[in-house]
């Protein structure tokens, strides 16, 4: 069960910023033409109007209500390259990078999207974008995969759904070094491979970043060895994101080999390590950036290290390493945001949580629970001054100190909390669903479990059923990514229909949750076995008490025999497990 750089100074009264977009275009009587729309802040925002949009040798545009504008060039062809200029008080383009780009054939076949946000929220709102065109081009590459690993068998596909996991995990990373490159930064080769990446090329954009061509641009470049070090990086990160981990390695060592001394190279290939779960590489890595950071005296720097470690000291199971990791690095961004609260405030709050998720884990409540109420002010000031850039922080953290909230039995703490967290969450996924709508879902599915604890019954039933319908359509469109939320949410409903003695209901729901899980199961034993387990002992419960003895046994035996494989590995997880059902079966003798 889950409940689960810097502003680019002094803007003047008006910002001309020279956009190249992604350009469609037919002939119109001899003319080339291009349609486009401006959103606010990200893909799915809302439309912009009144935003000036101009290019040479094209007529002058206003956006309209609608946010869309058109462009007639009557001397240019499919294949010319365009510039636009947009115009906008204190605002900028998101998509930057989408500089010099040619005229296509048919200005029907999509709209150019500019994406325009406060100064203030632009490094945000580029690592939302460039976080959604990288996971775009992993579900492309998985789609491909999973074709023939389903050829191969289980074993293949369950690989397959691993290294998609690893690729977004990495994905997360890569879009906040993007998001960071100051607009018209990087050589020719980042900017046009960047472009391709954007249009969904990615093997057109690796090909522009060929090895060889990189070992050439860093043999010449010696007085620009940070854009060699960026045409490495994203040469990585676009192996990446095709499962090409071997590939990417050898990229971000081109990285390090260019610059030994690069503290981006040597830490961007400590957290590819980390993700991949490749913890000594990591650990390595980072150490060489530590004593980067150090020599340099950058303590923003250390800081992030110091937490990175933490993390991977916390993920192995080693706790108290994790501890003074986030101490030290809690200390250092504090005086840090002291003096540059608006650059370091969000820092100190990730590191506040971290560390009140690892005290909460070691069972000391007034530890956790300070850790989590600082974080939470610092998120509810932030979200205050830029409610676009920080509300989904504010509801993640919301949702931590629920969860902890609810642990401790301060139901009503945890249910104000779960309501804030999911009405800031219903309005995060009005604007942009395709993002939003699952953290909304998760949200009511949190809130149903509390309501159903506490018997509000017909509100848990209102809460899980909408979270159940949002799971299904976001399955109907991508079953391999929300089809285990469909059977959660099936599971959790049982348990209530079950509660309210509406039997037949409970025992369609556990049904079809065991189907999908079981089928799911057949693909990844490891990450879904368990929950078959879960739904044949919830199953077996509504059997027992509807005197179908033998069926209940039966699936009873089932689930201990897998709790048993699963305590073999890990004792401390599943024994709890396997002595709650070995109890259930003694009662049916």
Same mark, same amino acid.
């Given at each position: ?5 810097? =502003? ?10 020279? *956009? ?19 959103? #606010? ?5 809302? =439309?912009?109007? +009144? ?10 545009? @206003? ?10 060039? =009557? ?30 054939? @048919? ?64 994905? &997360? ?11 018209? #930064? ?22 522009? $970043? ?55 190279? +040597?830490?961007?290939?400590? %957290?590819?390590?980390?993700?991949? +779960? ?11 950036? $530590? ?7 950058? @303590? ?11 993390? *991977? ?6 706790? &108290? ?7 030290? #690095? ?9 003096? @540059? ?23 000391? =409540? ?43 039995? %301060? ?6 909390? $779960? ?19 699952? /953290? ?5 599915? +949190? ?8 018997? %509000? ?5 209102? &809460? ?39 039997? &037949? ?33 919830? $199953? ?36 709890? /497990?396997? #002595? ?10």
């Amino acid at each position: 069960m889950s409940f689960s750089p810097a =502003p680019w100074g002094a803007m003047s009264a008006r910002i001309f910023i020279v *956009l190249g977009l992604i350009a469609v275009a037919s002939r119109v009587q001899g003319a080339a033409l291009l349609r486009g729309v401006v959103l #606010a802040n990200e893909v799915g925002g809302s =439309p912009m109007a +009144n935003v000036e949009v101009s290019a040479i040798g094209g007529n002058p545009n @206003n956006t309209g209500v609608d946010g869309q504008f058109t462009f007639k060039f =009557p001397n240019k062809n499919p294949g010319d390259t365009i510039f636009l200029t947009v115009r906008k008080e204190e605002y900028v383009v998101v998509n930057d990078i989408q500089l010099e780009l040619t005229l296509p054939a @048919n200005a029907d076949e999509r709209l150019v999207t500019l994406l325009l946000c406060k100064v203030g929220d632009r490094e945000e709102m580029a690592r939302r974008f460039y976080r959604l065109r990288s996971v775009e081009a992993i579900e492309e590459a998985y789609r491909k995969k999973l074709e023939e690993a389903q050829k191969t068998g289980a074993a293949e596909i369950a690989k397959v759904r691993q290294e998609r996991d690893r690729a977004k995990e990495t994905a &997360e990373k890569a879009a906040e070094e993007f998001a960071k490159q100051k607009p018209g #930064a990087g050589s020719e080769l980042y900017r046009t491979a960047m472009q391709l990446f954007l249009e969904g090329k990615v093997d057109e954009a690796l090909s522009t $970043l060929e090895e060889e061509k990189l070992r050439e641009f860093s043999e010449d470049a010696k007085e620009r060895t940070d854009q060699a070090i960026q045409n490495w990086m994203l040469r990585a990160h676009l192996l990446t994101v095709e499962f090409r981990f071997g590939d990417a390695e050898k990229a971000y060592q081109g990285a390090i080999d260019t610059s030994p001394d690069s503290f981006a190279a +040597n830490y961007a290939f400590a %957290r590819f390590n980390q993700d991949l +779960n490749r913890y000594d590489k990591a650990r390595a890595a980072y150490a060489r950036c $530590l004593g980067l950071a150090k020599s340099k005296g950058n @303590n923003g720097d250390i800081a992030s290290i110091l937490n990175s470690l933490a993390t *991977l000291d916390y993920n192995q199971y080693l706790p &108290e390493a994790a501890r003074k990791g986030y101490e030290e #690095a809690l200390k250092i961004r504090r005086e840090l945001a002291q003096k @540059n609260p608006d650059m370091y405030l969000p820092d100190l709050a990730k590191t506040l949580g971290n560390l009140a998720i690892l005290d909460a884990h070691q069972n000391r =409540p007034e530890a956790a629970r300070k850790g989590y109420e600082e974080a939470l002010k610092i998120r509810r000031e932030l979200a205050q001054k830029n409610p676009d850039t920080c509300r989904p922080d504010l509801a993640k953290t919301l949702n931590n100190l629920a969860i902890f909230d609810r642990d401790q039995n %301060r139901t009503e703490a945890a249910r104000k909390e $779960l309501e804030e967290s999911l009405q800031i969450r219903r309005d995060l996924a009005r604007k942009n669903p395709e993002m939003y709508l699952p /953290d909304a879902a998760m949200a009511l599915n +949190n809130l149903a479990i509390l309501d159903r604890d506490e018997k %509000r019954t017909e509100a848990a039933r209102k &809460e899980h059923e909408e979270a159940l319908k949002i799971y299904r359509d976001l399955a109907q469109k991508n079953p391999e990514t929300f089809l285990p939320a469909v059977a959660m949410a099936l599971n959790n409903l049982a348990i209530l229909d079950q509660d309210q003695k509406r039997t &037949e209901a409970a025992r369609k729901c556990y049904e079809e949750a065991l189907k999908i899980r079981r089928v799911l199961a057949e693909k990844n034993l490891d990450a879904y076995l368990p929950d078959v387990a879960q739904t044949l002992n919830n $199953l077996a419960t509504l059997d027992r008490d509807q005197n179908r003895t033998e069926t209940a046994r039966q699936e009873l035996e089932e689930a201990l025999k897998i709790y048993q494989q699963f305590a073999d590995r890990n004792p401390e997880r599943f024994q709890s /497990d396997v #002595a709650r059902v070995k109890d259930a079966l003694q009662k049916l003798r």
